[in-house]
């Protein structure tokens, strides 16, 4: 049973556009949410969070939106750029788990110039 | 700032083998996890502690062992290796709850 969803495996997206990212999940306990860039041959890397108590969070070219009542997250990268081409991996928690994290499948982002 | 450690950053093994994946932090972060990564799949959780001395299940714990003796070090020990054993095994700290976790470069493991 998947409980984060990211449905898009792939996005490719020109250079100063808008890049969506999208996820899903099922679990009603969970309420703080991150999203993760990867490289190849890299680990993880944060990029931004939000908490269930915000529907909306801005660090820089990157913004998270969150709604609950559709159990549905999304990233926005604006502008994209060429370094922003990687895997971008959707997770979360629930309170009193210990921040264990579930993710989702992962969605490769090629920003193509 | 080394951050998470993993080493070895690849290793192949025979089915049957045993091997511990070690993991270190200098962040001084009481939470450590160990997840795996199939391809095409996201992270899995193993294992994590919540500090020294304590260590719990995750959702894919069996052919695994951990133990968290100092805050700073957190191995995964592999016994018995079997070939669906074959993943990338990533580590990562935090400094407590709703709080993200900081990865290593991870370890990929092939067993064969």
């Known amino acids: 049973d998947q409980q984060v969803k990211q449905n898009s495996p792939s996005l490719s997206v020109q250079e100063g556009r808008i890049s969506i990212l999208n996820c899903d999940y099922t679990?009603?306990?969970?309420?703080?949410f991150l999203w993760y860039k990867k490289y190849p041959a890299e680990g993880p890397t944060f990029l931004i969070s939000i908490s269930s108590i915000k529907d909306k969070n801005e660090d820089g070219r990157f913004t998270v939106f969150l709604n609950k009542s559709a159990k549905h997250l999304s990233l926005h990268i604006v502008p994209s750029q060429p370094g922003d081409s990687a895997v971008y991996f959707c997770?979360?928690?629930?309170?009193?788990?210990?921040?264990?994290?579930?993710f989702g499948t992962g969605t490769r982002l090629q920003v193509t110039l | 700032n080394a951050g998470v450690t993993q080493t070895p950053k690849f290793r192949i093994l025979k089915i049957g083998q045993s091997m511990t994946l070690q993991c270190t932090q200098d962040?001084?972060?009481?939470?450590m996890y160990w997840y795996r990564q199939d391809p095409g799949m996201g992270l899995k959780l193993i294992y994590y502690s919540v500090g020294a001395g304590i260590t719990d299940k995750g959702e894919v714990p069996n052919g695994y062992n951990v133990s968290r003796s100092t805050t700073e070090d957190f191995p995964l020990r592999l016994e018995l290796a079997a070939p669906s054993q074959t993943s990338v095994y990533f580590c990562?700290?935090?400094?407590?709850?709703?709080?993200?976790?900081?990865f290593g470069d991870g370890t990929r493991l092939s067993i064969l």
């Open positions: 997770a979360a928690s629930a309170t009193g788990t210990a921040s264990k994290l579930t």
């Open positions: 962040m001084n972060h009481n939470y």
């Open positions: 990562a700290s935090s400094l407590g709850q709703i709080q993200p976790q900081h």
């Open positions: 679990n009603s306990m969970f309420d703080y």
